[in-house]
């Protein structure tokens, strides 16, 4: 069988180990489900939310007004109830009794802790706020134009860098968490699939029938694939659970607006290749490791996360040469390069750069991985050090 035509079919094989048609379709169903049960829930308690009930003294300080759909009921009583309005308090007949001593102060009386205190203090503020308004005796007219914001209009230069839309901010922020979430899920199987192996011995007879290189070529490719499916499950079944919250009335929205497709194709040419990045060294690791439960090893997998703080810091500043530098780093690339896209104006030949330098570390790692995994798999009781396979990269 041919070198590629073997590689294809290990990965065939690892993929189809893993990859179940009814857990794919579980998934969905689950999404479905939840968003069923969180927004239906909800709707059903609050159709079934019961009135608050107080007793206001002092309401001619501080006439209150409350919206037409607002939970509080309230009623006006005399100071001279005080004492037994106090006494239905505690017996639960009332939820609360609010007393406004004057137009500065206010008691809120409740046998447990209110829920529902901030709708009462903002009603309270309001009537002040209003109050105060009118003591300074301002002409309505004056006082709407004083609050008025000034008009502030940002023009851009007919020549300068177009803002990205609102959706692309988003794809990006989205995109950098799916391929994490991709990374995590391939990593997870690779840790299980190759160190499994190697504690089995299985892998030390199937590398005699094939070589080191197709084997973990199949590997990468196929617990990538499966990853890949799985993170576009998961994606959907997220859409899924909008889509569901929306009927629901939730207020989310899924923004949809492009103005730079380009921007969106870079997004994902990145988040491809470090997906694939991470992969491919983590297969690498996984085949030095003699046992994951007690391996130091297991710490590495933090290492994704360190190119994402860096792109945080694109938010302050994107143009300066730190990030800069970073756009053009492998590691830190496709986490970097994709928030200066939408922050600023990025130099037509830097995306492609950057692409070239993924692709060809990619390949650096995917070739000197044969070796490594090779001598790794055949080790046993003592972990190589990195500065081994440093060495056994350099002699691949």
């Not at 206001?56 to 005080?82: C, D, M, T, Y």
């Not at 694939?225 to 889509?243: E, H, K, P």
């Not at 995994?373 to 060495?391: A, I, Q, T």
């Amino acid at each position: 069988m041919k070198s590629r035509s073997m590689v294809f079919e290990i990965a065939r094989w690892e993929f189809q180990r893993w990859f179940k048609w009814k857990d794919q379709l579980l998934t969905l169903a689950i999404s479905l489900v939840l968003a069923l049960a969180i927004w239906g829930g909800m709707a059903l308690l609050s159709s079934d939310r019961a009135p608050v009930r107080i007793a206001v003294i002092g309401q001619e300080l501080l006439p209150l007004k409350f919206p037409a759909n607002s939970r509080i009921a309230w009623q006006s009583a005399e100071p001279q109830n005080e004492a037994r309005l106090r006494e239905s308090v505690g017996r639960g007949e009332i939820d609360g009794l609010l007393v406004i001593k004057s137009v500065d102060e206010a008691e809120l009386l409740v046998y447990k802790e209110p829920f529902w205190k901030g709708e009462i203090a903002e009603r309270l503020t309001e009537a002040r706020t209003q109050l105060k308004i009118q003591e300074l005796q301002f002409p309505p007219a004056q006082l709407a134009d004083a609050l008025r914001p000034i008009t502030f209009v940002v023009t851009l230069h007919e020549g300068g860098h177009k803002p990205a839309s609102t959706a692309e901010k988003v794809a990006a922020g989205v995109i950098i968490g799916i391929m994490l979430f991709g990374v995590f899920t391939g990593v997870a199987y690779q840790f299980v699939a190759i160190t499994g192996e190697k504690q089995m011995r299985v892998t030390e007879m199937i590398v005699s029938a094939v070589s080191p290189q197709q084997w973990i070529d199949g590997k990468i490719l196929g617990v990538s694939a499966y990853a890949l499916a799985f993170t576009f499950t998961t994606t959907l079944s997220i859409v899924l659970f909008v889509l569901v919250s929306q009927a629901f009335g939730s207020g989310w929205m899924i923004p949809v607006e492009i103005t730079n497709p380009s921007i969106i194709l870079y997004l994902l040419l990145l988040a491809l290749g470090g997906f694939l990045l991470w992969n491919t060294i983590f297969a690498t690791v996984s085949a030095t490791i003699n046992d994951p439960n007690t391996s130091a090893r297991g710490s590495l997998l933090l290492a994704p996360f360190v190119p994402v703080v860096f792109a945080l810091f694109a938010f302050k500043n994107p143009d300066s040469i730190g990030m800069q530098i970073f756009s053009f780093i492998p590691f830190t690339s496709p986490a970097v390069l994709p928030a200066r896209l939408v922050l600023t104006e990025v130099a037509w030949w830097q995306a492609p750069l950057a692409l070239l330098l993924l692709a060809l570390s990619i390949w650096f790692f995917r070739t000197s991985s044969g070796k490594i995994f090779r001598l790794g798999m055949l080790m046993h009781g003592k972990e190589p050090s990195f500065k081994e396979m440093l060495r056994w990269a350099r002699e691949a």
